[in-house]
């Protein structure tokens, strides 16, 4: 059973960067670099949201909120999903987390990203 931990979360002020990291443990290689990534995000009270996303070609996507300020990658040999974010604003401020983008795995716990003005 594949496990997602995210991690690199922080409290930042604005107009800085932070870079979140996931590792798919638990998972190999053959079955981790064909699969399409994300990056998601919550805030209480709201629905989850696809904030950026990474093809097995490495194809990426961006929601219009940060596009241009976030940038995903991967690394298959590792199982790592990363996502870069640069000049943060504060209504980034959420729980990060990591999936497919089929959502099929089970979620991790996130981690939480919180941006002061």
């Known amino acids: 059973q594949v496990r997602l931990v995210e991690s690199g979360g922080a409290l930042v002020k604005a107009g800085t960067s932070l870079r979140l990291s996931c590792h798919a443990s638990?998972?190999?290689?053959?079955?981790?670099?064909?699969?399409?990534w994300a990056w998601y995000r919550q805030v209480p009270g709201n629905q989850r949201e696809l904030v950026a996303s990474?093809?097995?070609?490495?194809?990426?996507n961006y929601a219009d909120s940060v596009k241009g300020r976030f940038t995903i990658s991967k690394d298959n040999s590792r199982k790592m999903v990363y996502l870069q974010m640069n000049s943060l604003k504060p209504e980034d401020t959420a729980v990060y987390y990591c999936n497919t983008l089929k959502e099929d795995l089970d979620w991790g716990q996130g981690t939480q990203v919180t941006v002061s003005s």
């Open positions: 990474i093809t097995s070609s490495r194809s990426t």
């Open positions: 638990r998972s190999i290689t053959s079955v981790f670099a064909p699969k399409d």
